[in-house]
C-alpha cells in the first residue's frame, strides 16, 4: 500500500485527546489493559498540556491523509528528557515509521544539547524495548506491577548520549 505519511512537529486542539484514545483502544485491544492504564495516559498528558512549551519539548504527529497513526513525544524534565507515548496504528507498523521517529528524537536531544534521556514501557513491549536498545537505551530498573489492570513488569530504559557511540 503506498502512503503519504506525514510528520508535523506542531500541536494542535484535540490531538492529545486523540493520541489518549489510540492508547485507551490498542493497548485494551492488544495487551488487555484496563481502564487505569487510560486514566494513567490522560494524567501524563494532562500533566504536559500545562507544561508544554515548544520551545524546550518535541512532538512527532504522524498523519495519513490529516488523521493521526503514530506519535511520539520528548517532555522536557530538568536536565532529562522522557520519551513518552510512542504509539503507531497497527497498519502503519514495519514501514519503518518507527525509526523514523526515534531518528528524530534523537536529533532533538542533539540539536538541543540534551545528554540524558528516559522512558518508562512494561516487559510486554518487545518490538518497542528492542527498538529503544538499538538507540542506545538500557534497563536501570523494573518491579511488578498491576497497575494497568493486569499482572505484568514496569521498566525504565535510560539513555546517556555522552556514552554512546556515534
Partial sequence: MNRNITIRTNLLPGD?????????QLYAHEMGYGLNFE????????EFAKQYNPEKDGIWICEDAGKI??????????????LR???????????????KLMDL???FMMNNNYKKAYLW???????AISLYMRYGFVLTEEFSSETFGK???ERRYDLNLMVVKE
Fill in 85 to 99: 507515548y510512542f504509539i503507531l496504528a497497527p497498519a502503519y507498523r514495519g514501514l519503518g515509521l518507527g525509526q
Fill in 121 to 127: 514501557t512494561t516487559d510486554e513491549q518487545l518490538s
Fill in 39 to 46: 486514566a494513567y495516559v490522560l494524567e501524563g498528558l494532562s
Fill in 69 to 82: 497513526v503514530g506519535f511520539l513525544m520528548a517532555f522536557v524534565r530538568q536536565d532529562k528528557v522522557q
Fill in 151 to 153: 499482572k505484568l513488569i
Fill in 16 to 24: 492529545l485527546g486523540y493520541i489518549a484514545y489510540m492508547h485507551g
Fill in 105 to 107: 528524537f534523537i536529533e
